[in-house]
């Protein structure tokens, strides 16, 4: 529990920002050289750990200090730390700093629904957030750098290896349970009834922006893309790879405030609007019509799938037809492997529900997944076994290096601590 709470601290210390109003009416936890811990950042990943693990603290007051004092712990730590990352002087790349944060603010709003929702949740404009969270990325990645640095040149010799081995055998995690699958995906395409139903929509919406129509007010009313509807179908600021090929070539060739042309994509049919550029950044929004597929053009899919079944049942190769007919452009090439894969760690469900009744060698029915319909073949199944020297020697190395590196850091870091004063004005 105790390193899934570290990491989930590590989260929250680059979402939480503490304005300067706060630290005025703050209690302080702790004083650690130069820098100051506040009661209230204390409180704020208390209570996100606690949303992220569905906990009723109030309801477990022995827990409620338990983590209050791992949380002060691991801050007053960080701030050591930082202090060290400026006395060695190191440095960050801008664009990676830009790109985690970017990254972030995105994963962020789609969390919450909207840009809006995202400053209503931490009561600031997203400028405000935007600004802060570079400012905490860039000490995040500081200790990053320093901790990397200070510890990459330590190996472990294969006598170190066998002694951890024997210590601590009966603790190590098990090999997981793994399946190595492949797989067939026919993404369902709207025939055309559908096609044609779809395009005479967006010719009604393009008609009505010629007229004067207000694109924004039109992308509320019309626009099939539910994430950016709301917001006039604002996209935000994009980089050249974040769109598919035909949106992307159609928004770069737009000047700011001009509009497109009917765009055709895998998603359906666009029209778009550059509000902005910045340099390789641009602004866009878009109105989105999808292609809905109706029920007899997926009966048509399941019916394909289920004919290259039968070839492959009667002789066919599944490689040679996974490569000829499947519509996964990431797979298709490696002629429909997947890889191995946790059955846990299965991300889609139905993936996870398939291959519990599967022999190897064997392949599924058809099923229906958000990216169409798949047939997929059990390549190996591994059940779930202790760690050995003998198969699992690389995963073993690595998690004792992993712990010499840890016991190493935990020197590094009391030693550092005793030239550092730290007043702790709150005890937990």
């Known amino acids: 529990m105790k390193s899934r709470f570290i990491l989930i601290i590590l989260l929250y210390v680059s979402l939480v920002s503490i304005s300067a109003g706060q630290q005025l009416l703050d209690g302080i936890v702790a004083i650690i050289g130069k820098e100051i811990v506040l009661k209230s950042e204390i409180d704020q990943y208390v209570q996100s750990y606690a949303i992220q693990n569905k906990l009723n603290l109030r309801q477990n007051p022995e827990l409620l200090q338990k983590l209050q004092k791992q949380i002060m712990e691991k801050m007053v730590e960080q701030k050591i730390l930082l ?42 404009p997203i400028k405000k957030i935007k600004r802060d969270l ?93 994430g950016t509807a709301s917001r006039g179908g604002d996209l935000g600021f994009t980089s050249r790879g974040d769109f598919v090929k035909e949106f ?24 778009i609007k550059l509000a902005e550029r910045r340099g390789e950044k641009i602004r866009t929004s878009h109105i989105l019509v999808q292609l809905a597929p109706s029920a007899e053009d997926e009966n048509l899919i399941v019916m394909e799938l289920n004919n290259i079944r039968t070839q492959i049942l009667g002789g066919a190769s599944f490689d040679s037809m996974a490569y000829i007919y499947s519509d996964d452009e990431n797979s298709k090439n490696d002629n429909g492997h997947l890889g191995i894969w946790e059955v846990e760690k299965l991300a889609i469900p139905a993936f996870r529900q398939v291959v519990k009744f599967l022999k190897p060698g064997e392949i599924s029915e058809p099923f229906k997944t958000d990216f169409g319909y798949h047939i997929v073949k059990l390549n190996k199944h591994q059940q779930p076994r202790a760690l050995s020297l003998e198969k699992d020697w690389e995963n073993i190395e690595q998690i004792a290096l992993n712990f010499k590196i840890e016991r190493e850091y935990k020197k590094w870091i009391d030693s550092i601590k005793m030239n550092v004063p730290i007043d702790y004005r709150i005890k937990y």
């Open 134 to 226: 570079r400012k905490e990325t860039i000490e995040r990645m500081k200790i990053e750098i320093l901790r990397r640095t200070k510890f990459q040149n330590i190996k472990i010799s294969r006598r170190e290896i066998e002694q951890f081995y024997k210590n601590y055998q009966d603790s190590l995690p098990q090999v997981k349970e793994t399946v190595d699958i492949s797989h067939i995906l026919k993404q369902v395409k709207a025939g055309t009834t559908s096609r044609q139903n779809a395009l005479e929509k967006i010719r009604f919406i393009q008609n009505q922006l010629n007229n004067g129509a207000d694109f924004a007010e039109l992308a509320k009313k019309y626009s099939q893309d539910l």
């Open 83 to 124: 202090a060290q990352a400026e006395e060695d002087t190191v440095k960050v790349d801008d664009r990676e700093v830009d790109k985690r944060v970017e990254q972030n603010i995105n994963y962020m709003i789609q969390q919450v629904g909207s840009e809006e929702k995202l400053e209503e949740s931490f009561q600031s």
């Open 248 to 271: 992307e070539v159609t928004a770069y060739s737009l000047e700011p405030g001009e509009i497109s042309d009917i765009v055709e994509t895998q998603f359906g049919f666009h029209i």
